[in-house]
């Protein structure tokens, strides 16, 4: 055996071994593009307590999320922006930046990653990307100096770093960008044993003729001719496509995360691949099969890391009304459907179960996103004045959690609602309400 293939069946030993011990990771990304979010402290007690969630990643490095998240053991990833990158790359920069927001709050809040930028490459900024490698160093040094160990450094890509990504074997990293930013941060990701994080999105591939391939359903497949490999779905594609890439500048090692990926449950009239079904077929089978071990073809036994997007649905982030629902809950915390990670459900994410579907004509009323707190409270006292039971949602009472105004008056609005026979007219509310035909109930707090 000659001393590079010893090496390399020593390094894929090294490597099969690591990824055997992965720990079990599903995440969430944790938006907050919405003015009818929840505090961050609730968020982070709802997801110790509610769900089978042990991670979050969040857009930038919020003080308020990085304090709620204390002493919660849910791992933390946070992100660096974009803009910030050029300046980042001067290891005094660096240091003061690890300084202000990480050492205030590490390690009771467990942060384990620090995500410089998002889709850099994408971006075209060329000030960005050039300085993004440098910038993930000097932060990675800031950490040593500091005494922070534990925490890894990487950046998330989009799929458009690929090249000849169909069929998955013949993928390769985009030939700009191989020698002068993917060979050094390949080179320093296996050096600090981090991962390559990426954005898988089958989403975007959408259509009706491949709907099964991509939504993990039963299906003829797709072919690749020069592994003889056919894929059952377009996750394990994308994901060989990545590794294929690494493999190929020699560096098949280098563990891969999913950063984000997901599915948006309602859209505009022209996203018909927008529904709830779809949300639910698409996330639930991939968290069962990325917690299953089962791997891909090309990384068998493997469990990856992934954290869905989104947490809630946004109603400020920009574009189609997709953009603003890609999330798993409402801002009152009840699920938008539920794929098994609810505890208090007792479904675990090997059996992801839909939410019962309601009875032909059944319908709800609870706030529109855009309603504030001043009239929903207001509708709260008028309810709450017309005989209405508002026990529930006192201290102790089965929907007093969460505790704040949108939940509450979500629930005595629909009390009204239902008790008041029916009529849409009695859940306008001065325009603050709106019919909906998905159930609002959650845990023990069941709506009428």
Not at 96 to 111: F, G, L
Not at 223 to 247: C, E, P, Q, W
Not at 331 to 348: A, C, E, H, M, T
Request: charged letters at 15%; glycine letters at 6%; aromatic letters at 10%.
């Amino acid at each position: 055996m000659t001393t590079t293939t010893l090496t390399t069946a020593l390094l894929l030993l090294s490597t099969l071994l690591r990824f055997s011990t992965t720990t079990l990771a599903i995440g969430v990304n944790y938006g907050t593009l919405g003015n009818n979010l929840p505090p961050p402290s609730q968020v982070a007690n709802f997801l110790k307590t509610q769900t089978i969630i042990d991670s979050i990643k969040i857009f930038d490095t919020n003080p308020d999320v990085l304090r709620a998240f204390a002493n919660t053991n849910i791992s933390v990833t946070v992100t660096v922006g974009n803009g910030d990158i050029p300046a980042l790359s001067d290891e005094r920069a660096a240091r003061r930046w690890v300084a202000d927001n990480i050492k205030p709050y590490y390690p009771r809040t467990k942060i384990n990653r620090i995500a410089v930028g998002n889709e850099i490459l994408m971006s075209a900024v060329q000030d960005w990307i050039a300085h993004l490698v440098p910038c993930m160093k000097a932060l990675h040094h800031a950490l040593v100096v500091a005494g922070i160990n534990d925490v890894k450094v990487s950046t998330p890509h989009t799929l458009g770093i690929l090249h000849n990504s169909v069929p998955p074997s013949a993928a390769r990293i985009r030939p700009g960008y191989q020698k002068s930013i993917f060979a050094p941060m390949l080179a320093f990701l296996r050096e600090t044993k981090s991962p390559l994080m990426v954005n898988p999105y089958p989403y975007f591939s959408y259509a009706p003729k491949v709907a099964k391939y991509i939504l993990f359903q039963p299906n003829r497949g797709i072919h690749d001719r020069f592994t003889g490999i056919t894929y059952s779905n377009m996750f394990d594609a994308m994901m060989d496509a990545v590794y294929s890439a690494l493999k190929a500048m020699g560096y098949p090692d280098v563990d891969i995360l999913v950063a984000e990926t997901g599915w948006p449950s309602a859209g505009d009239p022209d996203q018909p691949a927008c529904t709830v079904e779809n949300a639910i077929t698409y996330n639930g089978n991939l968290i069962k099969h990325v917690t299953s071990g089962k791997g891909t073809p090309l990384m068998p036994n493997r469990r990856f890391e992934t954290y869905i997007f989104a947490l809630f649905n946004e109603n400020l982030k920009p574009g189609t009304s997709a953009e603003r629902n890609w999330g798993l809950f409402r801002p009152d915390f009840s699920p938008v459907y539920d794929v098994g990670i609810l505890r208090n459900q007792k479904n675990n994410p090997a059996n992801p179960k839909p939410s019962p579907k309601p009875a032909p004509g059944k319908k709800w009323c609870v706030p529109k996103p855009e309603a504030n707190d001043q009239q929903l409270q207001g509708n709260i006292d008028y309810v709450c004045s017309q005989g209405v039971d508002c026990k529930p949602i006192q201290a102790g009472g089965v929907c007093f959690d969460p505790n704040n105004v949108r939940s509450h008056a979500s629930f005595v609005m629909n009390s009204f609602y239902q008790s008041q026979g029916q009529n849409a007219f009695n859940c306008d509310f001065s325009q603050t309400g709106v019919l909906t035909t998905a159930n609002p109930s959650h845990g023990a707090c069941k709506y009428l």
